[in-house]
């Protein structure tokens, strides 16, 4: 079992950055792989990038490559999202997710955990 925090929501304008982090707690977190997928209001959860145990493999939404960047910080039991050049079209919740099974997060993992959620609003 692990439990998954997300940070680091919040309100930017258009063009700024925000930067997202998951937090893990029970099982050490390099067991999982972990993915990022955001809910606007009205519309269906979106994968937006994922990254494997070890770091080495990472996938975008394309709507996303070239702005957002997803990483591991090994020493903070952490997974961070770098969001940059937002758009308002970024605007939703956030969730951090989590699975032991394959060899990375993609646009077709179905995760065992989530966690809560973080709002991200992006004003024009």
């Known amino acids: 079992q692990v439990r998954l925090v997300e940070s680091g929501g919040g309100l930017v304008q258009a063009g700024g950055s925000l930067i997202l982090s998951c937090a893990a707690s029970g099982r050490p977190f390099t067991t999982y792989n972990v993915g990022w997928i955001r809910q606007a209001p009205g519309k269906e959860r979106e994968f937006v990038a994922g990254?494997?145990?070890?770091?080495?493999?990472?996938s975008y939404a394309e709507s996303v490559k070239g702005r957002f960047t997803i990483s591991r910080d090994y020493a903070k039991n952490t997974v961070v999202l770098q969001m940059n050049s937002l758009k308002p079209e970024d605007t939703a919740n956030y969730y951090c997710?989590?699975?032991?099974?394959?060899?990375?997060?993609?646009?077709?993992?179905?995760?065992?955990?989530w966690g809560q959620g973080t709002q991200v609003t992006i004003s024009s």
């Open positions: 997710a989590a699975t032991a099974r394959g060899e990375t997060y993609t646009s077709v993992t179905v995760p065992d955990y």
């Open positions: 990254i494997s145990r070890s770091g080495s493999a990472a």
